[in-house]
C-alpha cells in the first residue's frame, strides 16, 4: 500500500506564474488535508477536502490559492500569479474512515518545495 | 484561537542525557499528536495520545497527555544522534485541523 504520494517534489516557479501541485491519497483515503510550512515554522492548515467536496477552507488565502478534489484523479492545490512569499513548503495528508477521521490519524506525504524566483 | 506552543525551541544535548520537550495548548482537546521531521523530509508519526493520562513509549522516548492542564510531554531519555531532528506536537481540534507547535529543533552531540 503506498503511501500518500505528492508531486512535484521541488517546484521552481517565476512570480506571476501558476503552481500545481499534485495529492494522491493513501488507497482507501477519502479525506486529504492541505498543509503550509515556512522555513522554520511549524505546519499551518490550508484546506480540508473530500471527493469532490470542500469541507473546510479556513486556512486558504481568499485571493490566489484553490484546491480541489475531483472524483477521479488527484488532490490538485493551485496557486495563480505566485509571489515570493508563497515560498514554502506544502503537505498534504490523508486520512481513511470516519472512526479515523474521529481520531484524525492524518498520514502525510513528503511534500512539495516551492520556490518562488 | 487554539495556540500550540512547544518548548524549548532549540535543544542541543550530548549523548546519554535526558531531557523533555514540553507541548502546551490553549483550548480543550482530548487528542495530541507528535510527529518528527528530519530536514527537508516529510513528518512521521510518533505517538498518539486521545485520552487523559495516556503515556506511550517507543524506545527511548516516551510521551504523556494531561489534558485538565492542557500539556504534553516528550522525554527523551539517553539520547543519541541519531534522534537529532525536528520534533513536532499538534492538537486535534475535534473538528477537522491539526493546529502544530512551533516544533523543537532537537540536535544531539557526542
Known amino acids: 500500500n503506498a503511501g500518500v504520494m505528492q508531486n512535484p517534489r521541488h517546484l521552481v516557479r517565476r512570480r506571476g506564474q501558476e503552481a500545481r501541485l499534485r495529492c494522491s491519497p493513501m488507497?482507501?483515503?477519502?479525506?486529504v488535508y492541505w498543509y503550509r510550512q515556512l522555513p522554520e515554522e511549524g505546519l499551518k492548515f490550508m484546506v480540508y477536502?473530500?471527493?469532490?467536496?470542500?469541507?473546510?477552507e479556513s486556512g486558504m488565502p481568499k485571493e490566489r490559492f484553490s484546491a480541489e478534489f475531483p472524483k477521479e484523479g488527484p488532490s490538485i492545490l493551485r496557486i495563480q500569479q505566485v509571489v515570493r512569499g508563497d515560498s514554502a513548503a506544502y503537505f498534504c495528508?490523508?486520512?481513511?474512515?470516519?472512526?479515523?477521521?474521529?481520531?484524525?490519524?492524518?498520514?502525510f506525504g513528503a511534500g512539495t518545495r516551492l520556490s518562488v524566483l | 484561537e487554539l495556540k500550540v506552543e512547544q518548548n524549548p525551541l532549540f535543544l542541543s544535548m550530548q549523548e546519554g542525557k535526558n531531557y523533555t520537550i514540553y507541548c502546551n495548548y490553549s483550548?480543550?482537546?482530548?487528542?495530541l499528536y507528535w510527529y518528527r521531521q528530519d530536514p527537508g523530509k516529510s513528518l512521521e508519526s510518533l505517538f498518539v495520545?486521545?485520552?487523559?493520562?495516556a503515556v506511550k513509549q517507543e524506545g527511548r522516548l516516551m510521551a504523556s497527555l494531561d489534558t485538565k492542564a492542557r500539556l504534553s510531554t516528550l522525554h527523551i531519555t539517553a539520547a543519541v544522534h541519531d534522534l537529532s531532528a525536528t520534533y513536532f506536537c499538534?492538537?486535534?481540534?475535534?473538528?477537522?485541523?491539526?493546529?502544530f507547535g512551533t516544533g523543537t529543533r532537537l540536535q544531539v552531540f557526542p
Open positions: 499538534a492538537v486535534d481540534t475535534n473538528t477537522d485541523k491539526l493546529i
Open positions: 483550548t480543550t482537546s482530548d487528542r
Open positions: 495520545l486521545l485520552s487523559n493520562g
Open positions: 488507497k482507501g483515503h477519502s479525506h
Open positions: 495528508a490523508s486520512s481513511p474512515d470516519l472512526q479515523q477521521v474521529a481520531k484524525n490519524i492524518q498520514y
Open positions: 477536502l473530500q471527493k469532490e467536496n470542500i469541507i473546510d
